[in-house]
Every structure is written in structure tokens, then in C-alpha cells.
């Protein structure tokens, strides 16, 4: 038999009487490395504050989601 990632949170759930919480973070962790397998399909790297360094990289992919998370500025670019 097999199960869908709906029926196992829901087998969990009240098996474990996850907190609700709980679940969701499992299921934007799940998302994420879903999306390590892909290519986004728009990037948009954008300066956040010169004087922090750090570039603010927002990516569009596949799916439509969206995500976003800071690097700092590469050496060779300054």
C-alpha cells in the first residue's frame, strides 16, 4: 500500500498528536529539499545594505514559489 504525504501527516497526527505547528514546519522542510533538485526558473540577486555586505538572493521557481535568504557579498565584486 502506498501512502500520500497527506495521509502520513494526518497517521501522525493523531498517532503522535503532533502540534499543528510541528507539521508545518515538517512540511516547508519537506518543500525546501524538494526544491534543492530543481533549477529556479528567475533569480534576482539585490544588494540589502551596502553596509552590511550582504546580498539578498529571491528565486522564482518551478512550482511558482518563491523563496529568499541572504550571502554576503562576494570578495571578487567589491
Known sequence: ?????????VIMEVMWSLDPEIVRQL???REMVTLQHQ????????IVEESREELLIVR???????????????????
Not at 501512502?3 to 501527516?9: A, E, K, L, R
Not at 533549477?39 to 539585490?46: A, F
Not at 522564482?60 to 567589491?78: C, F, H, L, R
Open 1 to 9: 500500500m502506498s501512502w500520500t504525504f497527506s495521509q502520513v501527516t
Open 27 to 29: 512540511a516547508h522542510i
Open 39 to 46: 533549477t529556479p526558473t528567475r533569480e534576482w540577486p539585490l
Open 60 to 78: 522564482e521557481w518551478p512550482n511558482g514559489s518563491i523563496t529568499a535568504y541572504t550571502m554576503p557579498v562576494p570578495q571578487d565584486s567589491k
